[in-house]
């Protein structure tokens, strides 16, 4: 079974700082993806970026950045330059192969970030 | 803009009473996701279609049914609705099932039970 674990409930940042919230993952396939959301108060779930378990290179997408350490099951996400817009909740997912149906995505409990002038 | 929309964002209905929520996709999408999000949870996946193919998740309630007519549309039946059933309901969109494949969410229906 696989499984995300978001160990920060709530993060503050000042603006234009950077941030990194954290997110492990537990599982048994070599092949897996990894995504963050960012879910804000109005309820829509928005992509942020991907990872996939064979990409070599850590993704980057403008601000964000997916710092992928594989040996140690982490994909914490980077915000750089943090804007008051980026105050959301974050979530963490992973989709694995051994589901049974390649579509499902695990999401871990999510983050709270609070951007503070 | 291309994107998925869901109908109404807020929904009261009443114990016991069916409800339906809507979604509809202008991106020519295969795949359509329903998830239920109750407060402070993470999104849990109910079922999704590929095309017409529906796959349910095994601990969905049997209470949960939906109807894919065609491409663009996807509807999510609740029969009858338990206090337990109010969250806030997400519809997604894929273009196929492959693992790099992000998931497009549209902006939730919030479901209250009277």
């Known amino acids: 079974a696989q499984k995300i674990t978001q160990t920060q409930p709530g993060m503050f940042v000042q603006e234009k700082e950077a941030v990194t919230l954290d997110c492990t993952y537990d599982?048994?396939?070599?092949?897996?993806?990894l995504f963050w959301y960012k879910q804000p108060s109005s309820g829509e779930m928005i992509f942020l970026i991907y990872q996939g378990s064979y990409d070599q290179q850590n993704a980057t997408e403008g601000r964000y950045s997916l710092n992928f350490q594989k040996a140690r099951k982490s994909a914490n996400l980077v915000i750089s330059a943090s804007q008051l817009g980026d105050s959301a909740m974050y979530f963490c997912a992973m989709r694995d192969l051994n589901t049974g149906t390649a579509s499902k995505l695990t999401f871990g409990t999510g983050t709270r970030l609070q951007v503070t002038l | 803009d291309a994107m998925v929309i869901q109908n109404p964002r807020y929904q009261v209905t009443q114990f016991g009473k069916p409800v339906t929520l809507s979604c509809s996709q202008t991106l020519n999408h295969n795949v359509m996701y329903w998830y239920q999000q109750k407060s402070s949870q993470a999104p849990k996946l109910l079922f999704h279609?590929?095309?017409?193919?529906?796959?349910n998740e095994a601990d969905t309630p049997d209470n949960f049914q939906s109807r894919r007519p065609n491409t663009s549309f996807c509807f999510l039946d609740i029969r009858s609705p338990g206090l337990g059933d109010a969250a806030m309901y997400l519809c997604a969109t894929s273009r196929q099932l492959g693992q790099g494949q992000p998931q497009h969410f549209g902006d939730g229906t919030r479901l209250s039970i009277l």
């Open positions: 599982t048994s396939d070599p092949s897996y993806g």
């Open positions: 279609y590929y095309d017409k193919d529906f796959n």
